[in-house]
């Protein structure tokens, strides 16, 4: 069936474009959070604040008339796939309040491993060698990028560094598997529970006037924009994938600090970077062409 492999060919294609626009999206939370004066847990209770306000008004927005429905028609689904995103958030703000970035990082990496896992387990997708070596390359890229800064840590907080990519992972593999439930409405439910995660140990009326142009970019453009593309593009590519695109967050986070900030990066994180950047590249182009043999007139 020629029409529907082509079909197919360009959902993935756009699936994982969408997917790193996502990555993209995510990767100035870093900037973000340097620029803004509050406290880490009240600069996450507030951009959970306007990530909620948009992205109820998103859903409302596109469903118009329908009020509140949408969220029901993603039933636990929905509210299963937003917990995750929202645990592995807070998650990965007490990993680093306990640990070494660095740590953090290195078990960051590991989501893909997770994902394919996780999806093989659970939805029997097989993933592809190629996908395999990409995501070898990409965690090696990534332990190379903070071998310089690499300490010992605190086991607890390396520990808890695991909740934030298999959360991920979770959440990727049910989107994956509920393909044709709108998601959305996931990503306003994590916002949500991000607020009542935090709210115990945030200060929200402490912030000053120059941060809340901060904060709405960090809630509507970090957050809610790059939910919005990832549950969207998720849906049209294997999980294993989606998972090893959306590692160039951790790739593009340090140059933005560079640029904007002047913290230069070290030689190790730019081999590092360029290692895991060819991997992705290698991978993105592989699927480019097979995507156009599928396009291509029998």
């Given at each position: 069936m020629p029409a529907l492999d082509a079909a197919s060919a360009t959902l993935r294609l756009r699936g994982i474009w969408m997917v790193a626009c996502a990555a993209f999206c995510w990767s100035t939370g870093g900037l973000?959070?340097?620029?803004?004066?509050?406290?880490?847990?009240t600069?996450?209770?507030?951009?959970?604040?306007?990530?909620?306000?948009?992205?109820?008004?998103?859903?409302?927005?596109?469903?118009?008339?329908?009020?509140?429905?949408?969220?029901?028609?993603?039933?636990?689904?929905?509210?299963?796939?937003?917990?995750c995103f929202a645990t592995a958030s807070t998650f990965y703000i007490v990993s680093l309040s306990l640990t070494k970035v660095a740590n953090t990082l290195i078990?960051?990496?590991t989501s893909p491993f997770l994902t394919a896992?996780?999806?093989?387990?659970?939805?029997?997708?097989?993933?592809?060698?190629?996908?395999?070596?990409?995501?070898?390359?990409?965690?090696?890229?990534?332990?190379?990028?903070?071998?310089?800064?690499?300490?010992a840590g605190n086991l607890m907080?390396?520990?808890?560094?695991?909740?934030p990519p298999l959360m991920v992972a979770s959440a990727t593999v049910l989107i994956r598997r509920k393909r044709n439930v709108r998601m959305a409405p996931a990503a306003a439910v994590a916002a949500v529970l991000a607020i009542v995660f935090t709210w115990p140990l945030a200060h929200p009326t402490t912030i000053v006037a120059e941060d809340v142009l901060l904060l709405i970019l960090f809630g509507v453009g970090q957050l809610s924009i790059g939910l919005i593309l990832f549950i969207t593009g998720?849906?049209?590519?294997?999980?294993?994938?989606?998972?090893?695109?959306?590692?160039?967050?951790?790739?593009?986070?340090?140059?933005?600090?560079?640029?904007?900030?002047?913290?230069?990066?070290?030689?190790?994180?730019?081999i590092g970077g360029?290692?895991?950047?060819?991997a992705l590249m290698a991978h993105a182009l592989l699927d480019a062409r097979d995507a156009r043999f599928v396009n291509a007139p029998i």
């Open positions: 973000l959070q340097r620029l803004i004066s509050a406290d880490a847990w600069t996450i209770f507030w951009r959970a604040v306007f990530a909620a306000v948009f992205l109820f008004a998103f859903v409302l927005w596109r469903d118009r008339g329908r009020g509140l429905a949408p969220f029901k028609e993603s039933g636990w689904a929905g509210f299963a796939a937003g917990f078990v960051l990496s896992l996780l999806a093989w387990v659970v939805l029997g997708e097989q993933v592809r060698t190629r996908t395999w070596v990409a995501i070898a390359a990409a965690i090696g890229g990534i332990s190379l990028m903070v071998a310089n800064s690499a300490a907080g390396d520990l808890l560094a695991f909740v998720a849906r049209w590519i294997p999980a294993a994938e989606a998972s090893l695109i959306s590692l160039l967050e951790v790739i593009l986070a340090p140059v933005w600090v560079w640029l904007f900030l002047g913290e230069e990066p070290s030689r190790a994180a730019l360029a290692v895991v950047l060819l």
